[in-house]
């Protein structure tokens, strides 16, 4: 299988030198082994971002290297970085969510529920006697009608 011509996607072997922080918690990704090409903007938080031990903007950039760096491809790496920022940001909304739950969790007097081993009386339609219902017909057992012997 032949390479691709024109610029081909160079990211740097090693993870730790594929990612250089700018100071302001941001940083690049260098495209080419000279960094004439980078992709910048990257969160650090969305560089670190792994699932299961793998960097998963480092992984899917990697298992791309060499193919040419056209615009299908450009596309990918930034709509993959973008998932990531957005689940980042999902995942801050959600722990804010809970913050809030566990500073003012629910209470039986607020959901209006009897306190903890009071018991109410059961509704006539949850109950289970005999006055409600038909007697059972009993189950006669023996031949059907009409089997043969």
């Known amino acids: 299988m032949g390479r691709a011509s024109g610029v081909l996607l160079e990211v740097p072997r090693r993870p730790l030198d594929a990612f250089r922080e700018d100071g302001s918690g941001s940083g690049f990704i260098p495209l080419q082994a000279d960094q004439s090409l980078r992709m910048a903007g990257v969160s650090r938080r969305a560089w670190e971002f792994a699932v299961s031990g793998y960097l998963v903007l480092y992984r899917w950039l990697?298992?791309?290297?060499?193919?040419?760096?056209?615009?299908?491809?450009?596309?990918?790496?930034?709509?993959?970085?973008?998932?990531?920022?957005?689940?980042?940001?999902?995942?801050?909304?959600?722990?804010?969510?809970?913050?809030?739950?566990l500073a003012r969790p629910l209470t039986r007097a607020a959901l209006r529920l009897p306190e903890a081993g009071a018991t109410r009386p059961m509704p006539v339609e949850a109950r289970d006697d005999d006055e409600h219902e038909p007697p059972a017909k009993p189950i006669r057992r023996g031949r059907a009608p009409g089997a043969r012997s």
Do not use: H, P
Not at 70 to 77: I, K, S, W
Not at 89 to 96: G, H, K, R, V
């Open 62 to 101: 990697a298992a791309r290297n060499g193919e040419a760096l056209d615009t299908a491809l450009q596309r990918g790496m930034l709509d993959v970085a973008w998932r990531i920022e957005e689940l980042l940001s999902l995942f801050n909304a959600a722990d804010t969510v809970l913050e809030r739950a």
